[in-house]
């Protein structure tokens, strides 16, 4: 299982997990600690079999749950490792208190979330619920839609969390089964590579015994304020960080996924899908479909959905007529999806005023397939025409 | 922008830590009397906040950090130490 790390670029067939596994192990974690949840447990499964072969030499912890997984490490960063740990949904929800303070301690803990829907009803099944719910706990946000981005962004993520000027955690989202269980090619570079890509993670100031710190203390309100403001900066600093880091990447790895947001056919398109995650593939060759039919219709996948690449999806939309926005997760309180909220705030103030259309859909695992999609351009293209249209619609219902 | 501290976040040295003067809040303080004190150290392995000071033949109190509880008072032996009101 082990030989494809130690050789030069090799290619294997990997599921989602396996190919996070194998992404981590090349990062040379110093501590991995992390609580098993459907459909995550792979990445476990994997990391311990490559601990136990001595291909990862980290510290593995046991825990008795995802909360005091994210305070191991909390410790473990402080003192200057290299952390990761995978969740989801209920995992994440259970974790959450500890995440917050890890983002606003500013430690650079990488994790990786195989999206589910959060119960009720129990579906231990792909839906983006629950890192919805993640929106505000400070971490930056990055969506992967193939196996070798689950790989690559692996990587990346370590990268930019640890990085002096951003010192954020991030979380590398895929949907479960779809992603998490898809088996794909991945190309799976050489340890040589990856370590001059990554270099051993520095902490200052360091934390040892003799001089002793404090994190989190009471504080008066204005430093508090002050650490926030900084904390904002920092966070919006990591949406330019990232297209240089992928920069980098694409230069050593041959593989770039456009940074903030991919685009797709999007260059002279009047009608723009907006996606998340692994639908975005189905998307593309909903698109093509559509084009041959003569509708001249682009996809922009979201990649880095928080911070939101607020400038990258205005640019972006420049020319469209009507956005057909696909959520896989709904926003309660506005009876939408949430990536259509986003969109809003984005678009408010940069002039564009043109149709936003939400298409709900794939939730609790269902399929989101091409029909769907491209009854979504349809309508979508309607609207752009200047129909009266309906802004939300369920489409596995309505 | 001015910024008056050159963390990233709420790091903080202990010795540097004390920016919030966690006695405003007292409303009684603890008077020691030097001459009753059998330096015991009692009343100091009660006190929650660490602020009892070893003075060498009697025991003292920070009142920088002393919140008032009246700890320090109950446990004496000797009765030497007293709360009062602060004015």
Same mark, same amino acid.
């Given at each position: 299982m082990n030989d494809g790390l130690k050789s030069p670029s090799k290619i294997k067939v990997l599921d989602g997990n396996r190919a996070a596994a194998h992404a981590v192990t090349l990062c040379k974690p110093d501590v991995v600690c992390a609580y098993p949840i459907t459909p995550q447990t792979d990445i476990l499964e994997t990391l311990y079999t490559f601990h136990a072969e001595g291909v990862l030499k980290a510290e593995m912890v046991e825990v008795e749950s995802e909360h005091s997984a994210m305070g191991? @490490?909390?410790?473990?960063? @402080?003192?200057?490792?290299?952390? &990761?740990?995978?969740?989801?949904s209920q995992g994440l929800a259970l974790m959450y208190e500890? *995440?917050? +303070?890890?983002?606003t301690v500013r430690l650079p803990v990488v994790? %990786?979330? %195989? *999206?589910?829907?959060?119960?009720?009803?129990?579906? /231990?099944?792909?839906?983006? $619920?629950?890192?919805?719910? &993640? =929106?505000e706990a400070g971490w930056i946000q990055i969506h992967a839609r193939s196996c070798q981005e689950i790989f690559d962004s /692996?990587?990346?993520?370590? =990268? @930019?969390?640890e990085d002096p000027e951003i010192r954020?955690?991030?979380?590398?989202? +895929?949907?479960? +089964? &779809? @992603?998490?269980? $898809?088996?794909?090619? /991945?190309?799976?570079?050489? $340890?040589?590579?990856v370590d001059q890509f990554l270099p051993p993670m520095k902490m200052s100031p360091s934390v040892d015994p003799e001089t002793a710190l404090t994190f989190g203390p009471f504080l008066p309100p204005d430093l508090g304020t002050e650490y926030r403001y900084k904390q904002c900066i920092a966070t919006e600093m990591a949406k330019t960080k990232l297209e240089e880091i992928e920069k980098d990447f694409q230069e050593l790895f041959g593989r770039g996924y456009g940074g903030q947001i991919e685009e797709y056919r999007t260059e002279d398109a009047d009608i723009i899908l907006m996606a998340l995650g692994s639908c975005a593939g189905t998307a593309m060759v909903a698109v093509d479909k559509k084009r041959e039919e003569g509708i001249k219709v682009g996809l922009v996948r979201v990649r880095m959905f928080r911070p939101f690449p607020r400038e990258r999806v205005v640019e972006a939309l420049k020319n469209g007529k009507a956005v057909g926005v696909i959520d896989r997760n709904v926003c309660f309180g506005w009876n939408c999806g949430n990536l259509l909220m986003e969109l809003k705030a984005a678009l408010y103030g940069s002039g564009k005023n043109v149709p936003l259309l939400n298409f709900i859909c794939g939730l609790c695992g269902s399929d989101i397939t091409i029909e769907q999609i491209e009854k979504a351009i349809d309508m979508t293209a309607t609207a752009a025409k200047g129909t009266p +249209?309906?802004?939300v619609t369920w489409l596995d219902i309505e | 922008m001015q910024f008056k501290t050159k963390l990233d976040a709420a790091w903080a040295y202990p010795t540097k830590l004390f920016v919030v003067n966690v006695s405003e809040w007292r409303y009684m303080k603890p008077v020691v009397k030097r001459a009753k004190c059998c330096h015991c150290e009692i009343c100091s392995l009660y006190c929650p906040t660490g602020c009892i000071e070893d003075m060498g033949n009697y025991f003292g109190v920070d009142l920088d950090h002393c919140k008032g509880c009246g700890l320090c008072a109950k446990t004496c032996p000797v009765h030497a130490i007293k709360m009062v009101m602060e004015v």
């Open positions: 191991v @490490l909390r410790g473990a960063a @402080l003192a200057g490792g290299r952390t &990761f740990t995978a969740t989801n500890n *995440c917050i +303070y890890n983002a994790m %990786v979330n %195989v *999206c589910r829907e959060m119960a009720a009803p129990h579906a /231990v099944t792909a839906g983006e $619920q629950d890192i919805m719910m &993640f =929106k /692996v990587i990346i993520a370590y =990268k @930019l969390a954020i955690p991030v979380v590398v989202c +895929y949907d479960g +089964y &779809f @992603l998490s269980h $898809q088996w794909e090619p /991945v190309e799976i570079p050489s $340890q040589e590579k +249209y309906k802004e | -």
